[in-house]
């Protein structure tokens, strides 16, 4: 099973931004189907946005036109940009790595805290 490692999580100011990394390596990184999911305190966990082996993305409605996913395949590292930032985004956020379409599982990365404040 792929190990995965997340890494820039932290604290921010409103407005700032931060960039959050995963790397997959070892794996067959260009099968997988790259997420960043988030879970803020008394929430349930969701899906930010996610990016096909192809690079074609998708992104949860309110942080479209601030997040940006990417992949860097020769890395095995997917990132999420985050923009413009509100407390609203406060949250862990997790990576995942998604092979069911070829029969596999989705595995989660530990989980990355970040904080909006002032």
């Known amino acids: 099973q792929v190990q995965l490692v997340e890494s820039g999580g932290g604290l921010v100011q409103p407005g700032g931004s931060l960039r959050l990394s995963c790397a997959a390596p070892?794996?067959?990184?260009?099968?997988?189907?790259m997420g960043w999911h988030r879970q803020a305190p008394g929430k349930q966990r969701e899906l930010v946005a996610e990016?096909?082996?192809?690079?074609?993305?998708m992104y949860l409605d309110s942080v479209k036109g601030r997040f940006t996913i990417s992949r860097d395949n020769a890395k095995k590292t997917a990132y999420l940009q985050m923009n413009s930032l509100s407390t609203d985004d406060t949250a862990v956020y997790y990576c995942?790595?998604?092979?069911?379409?070829?029969?596999?599982?989705?595995?989660w990365g530990q989980g990355t805290q970040v904080t909006v404040s002032s």
């Open positions: 995942t790595a998604d092979l069911r379409r070829y029969g596999g599982n989705v595995t």
């Open positions: 070892g794996s067959i990184f260009t099968k997988y189907i």
């Open positions: 990016i096909t082996p192809g690079g074609a993305p």
